[in-house]
């Protein structure tokens, strides 16, 4: 096996920059939440470890699961029994009759739970955003990410390398504004590939995907689109939102979404925020408090971008409002107050305050809030002035 990840298969667009994935141009739909969302899945990841456990088995077909003779089912199977028509799920008697030469070996489950662990570990150095699916299979939302310059490509590239690097086992991903379109490009280059969709690139990519390719399609539901003649999402978009839930129930509803490329689902954390923060650090030092006010402007607009993004998650009720200056000589300070909503000038006050403390060039300039933990009635106090230094926040 190659040590290298291979991103560049097939698809020429797995390295596209995805600079513009919060394109807000007429070809991204206006009703669609532009999010930088990847789904992480890992390759024949049963059949991975066991090959990784044991050499001797690389190249050939292997099936995990239980005995043949008892009845067992192939739980996963490498790619090279996959060229004889095994598949997950099938029995294991049928899959020696479409592969004779087919190596087995039992489940060992404590194995791949410890494996699985330390892949979810990986996640968690990127971002907090991850809903686990299973084992071996995540979506992280990354938008907010500042690895990687916010390359959503680069870090999961990057989250590929490392899984590869501490695991001997590959993984495949998909980058794309949404959950949806993630999980479909995460099989796309299967296996240790990526593929990237854009933004821009969502409505041509919908049209032509065929209506297997989504999830929650299962057998009852293709056979009913191909009695239809619906192949694509294309061609689910020609039939319309009426047609759509005339023939599919309350699903038909999700379907006219997806026939777009529009998925709002957010990425499921079940983790409670405590702070939210967006900072700042100049090119060139800040020479007065003057230019610190006008820089607040453009942190305090991505503060409340950030803020709505993390509301479509979770609850949050605002508790303070801190601001964080760190001067030329890397001193660093923070100053906080009761607050319940984001305020602008609130956070100017604080800042004219922190820069007090230092009165020098600042090189970064941060503004956040903390919130209160789930169920705590809001505090009624909207900018109570109650400054404190004792403890920052987190995140800031
Ligand atoms: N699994 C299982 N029974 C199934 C399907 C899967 O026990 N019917 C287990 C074994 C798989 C693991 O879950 O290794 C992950 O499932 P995937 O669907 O992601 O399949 P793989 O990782 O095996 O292959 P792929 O490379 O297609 O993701
Ligand atoms: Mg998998």
Redesign the pocket.
Known sequence: MSTDIDINKKNDSALADDSNAHDTSDETNKNDIQRKVIHI???????AVEMRENPNLKGKPVA?GGQANSRGVV???NYEARKFGVH??MPMSQAFQKCPQLITTP?NMDLYKSVSKIIHSIFQEFTDDIEPL????AYLDVSDSSHCNGSATLIAQEIRQRIFASQNITA?AGIAPNKFLAKVAS?WN??NGQKVITPNEVKAFVKELPVNAISGVGKVTAKRMTELGLKTCGDLEKLGLEGLLQHFGSFGDRLYNYSQGIDNRPVETDWIRKSLSVEDTFNKDLPNLESCLSEIDTIYQELLIRLERARQKQRLSAKSLVVKLRFNDFETTTIQMAGTAPDKEAYKRLCIDAWQRGQRPVRLIGLGLQFNPPDMPEQLSLLDECYSEEKPPPNL
């Open positions: 899945d890992m390759d024949c990841f049963y059949a995990v739980a996963a199977c997950s799920a489940v299973s084992l071996d299979e495949s099989d299967k296996p």
